[in-house]
């Protein structure tokens, strides 16, 4: 069970939120993914960090397409100075300091409460699966959602090695500035 391609943009079909067997999950939770194929996806999504909480569901569209949709939310209060220091050293360099971090994450904490990344497969009728699309929600301290296309595959990529993923960091970063 592979993965290899990301395509980007959103699917406009219509869904029905029934018949899509549970099979369909495991097929995607136990699956490899040719971007890192030392462990599965369930496990890579199980190990990140900064997920405080992670959503399987499982539709079939009326043309009979089977998807499985992932949902990884970040609780930002959860989140350290130091977190926003290593992300910020790892995307910029080794620039940032701990304190300016700090400053900035409690500027954005009072703005952002969460950030959801949702990835959507699609199951091939050869028992393989697909990344459809990457998205992120940020959800303001004023009840907001702010929904934002990231690169499915190479956000990804950051959660299988850990990191704070890009699109969350820049986010924290422009809400913390202001």
């Keep these: ?16 939120k029934t018949s899509a067997s549970p099979d369909s999950v495991a097929t995607v939770k136990d699956g490899v993914l040719d971007l890192d194929k030392s462990t ?35 609780d930002l209060s959860k989140l350290t100075s130091e977190d926003i220091a290593a992300a910020t050293a790892n995307a910029f360099g080794p620039s940032a300091n701990t304190a300016q971090s700090d ?5 954005a904490q009072r703005q952002l409460k969460s950030a959801q990344f949702v990835f959507r497969f699609v199951l091939n009728l050869d028992n393989t699966f697909e990344l459809k699309e990457g998205k ?4 303001r301290a004023d009840g907001k959602s702010v929904l934002t296309p990231v690169d499915g595959e190479y956000t990804l990529k950051e959660i299988y090695e850990g990191r704070l993923p890009d699109a969350l960091l820049s986010s924290i970063l422009l809400a913390g500035a202001q």
């Design 40 to 74: 599965t996806v369930g496990r890579a999504f199980d190990g990140f960090r900064y997920f405080s909480t992670k959503t399987w569901t499982h539709t079939t569209t009326e043309n009979g397409r089977k998807l499985v949709e992932v949902t990884g939310t970040v």
């Design 103 to 107: 400053a900035t994450l409690r500027n």
């Design 136 to 139: 992120m929600i940020l959800l």
């Design 1 to 16: 069970m592979l993965c290899v391609a990301a395509l980007a943009g959103c699917d406009t079909q219509t869904e029905s």
